[in-house]
């Protein structure tokens, strides 16, 4: 049971990435799915968070209008779509999976990714 990133990668200010997280051993519409992020130097924070029944959770007021998330059942894969990038955006970001309810603490998720690297920079 795992999930990994990728999709990560550099790109300039303004830019777009879309980070996939795909599940392995589970049935990944059965788990809320988080991602999160760290910056170097700070504490992981949760991102954005789709539920079990497909509804969207933000935890950054920075990611509103910019980021979304969406999920493919047939590929078992979510994906984080990131439009209009900062450099306050640069971080690894994780993907995480919780058999019951989003949360911006990833204490709470019982399967976790080893993240992917987004650069913004010019």
């Known amino acids: 049971v795992r999930v990994a990133e990728s999709g990560g990668g550099l790109v300039q200010p303004g830019g777009s990435l879309r980070l996939s997280c795909a599940a392995a051993g589970f049935t990944l519409n059965h788990y809320a799915i988080g991602w999160f992020r760290q910056a170097p130097g700070k504490e992981r924070e949760g991102v954005l968070c789709?539920?079990?029944?497909?509804?969207?959770?933000y935890y950054v007021e920075a990611a509103k209008g910019r980021f979304t998330i969406s999920r493919d059942n047939a590929k078992n894969t979510v994906y984080l779509q990131m439009n209009n990038l900062t450099t306050d955006d640069t971080a690894v970001y994780y993907c995480a999976a919780s058999p019951t309810m989003c949360s911006s603490a990833v204490k709470l998720y019982n399967v976790r990714g080893q993240g992917t690297q987004v650069t913004v920079s010019s």
């Open positions: 789709i539920t079990r029944g497909g509804n969207s959770l």
